[in-house]
């Protein structure tokens, strides 16, 4: 027999797992398309598409804490459990990327712009549905 907080615990675990878990995905399945489409990379090339995940994490970064105001407390139960499933965010960048990937030609500039993009629009999803999807949505 389960203890009674054994539901709960594992849900704030999850919700804590939710963002890494997608982006992680994201960043995976964007390399891997990325070689599939180029062949393997050279050191730089990998450099670029690793670098350009990270200018897009700053951008936002920037930018948001510029002009976004301080974050809001939400809870860990406060949190939909349909908000922290990346069940939009990771396909939309992986999408992205593929789309990248099928116009761009050059390596040196398919890797780091698909890495850049998808991680964009990962962020972007996601924010949108965790707005959605946020709290008191009872999903």
């Known amino acids: 027999m389960l203890p009674s907080s054994y ?8 919700v804590k797992e939710g963002i ?3 982006f992680t995905l994201t960043i995976w399945a964007t390399g891997t398309l990325g070689i599939e489409k180029y062949g393997h990379p050279s050191e730089g ?4 598409f ?3 995940a990270i200018l897009s994490y700053a951008v936002f970064a920037v930018l948001l804490t510029r002009y976004a105001g301080p974050l809001p407390h939400q809870t ?3 949190y939909s459990g349909i908000s922290f499933v990346d069940f939009l965010s990771v396909p939309a960048a992986v999408g992205v990327a593929i789309g990248v990937y099928h116009l761009v030609r050059a390596p040196l500039l398919g ?8 991680v964009l629009v990962y962020n ?3 924010a ?3 707005w959605l999807f946020g709290s008191g949505s009872g999903v």
Do not use: D, H
């Open 7 to 14: 539901p709960r615990r594992l849900r704030n675990i999850l």
């Open 45 to 48: 090339e990998v450099f670029l």
């Open 128 to 130: 949108a549905k965790r």
């Open 111 to 118: 890797f780091p712009l698909a890495s850049f993009l998808a």
């Open 20 to 22: 890494p878990y997608g």
């Open 50 to 52: 690793v670098g350009a």
């Open 124 to 126: 972007l999803v996601l």
């Open 76 to 78: 860990e139960e406060e």
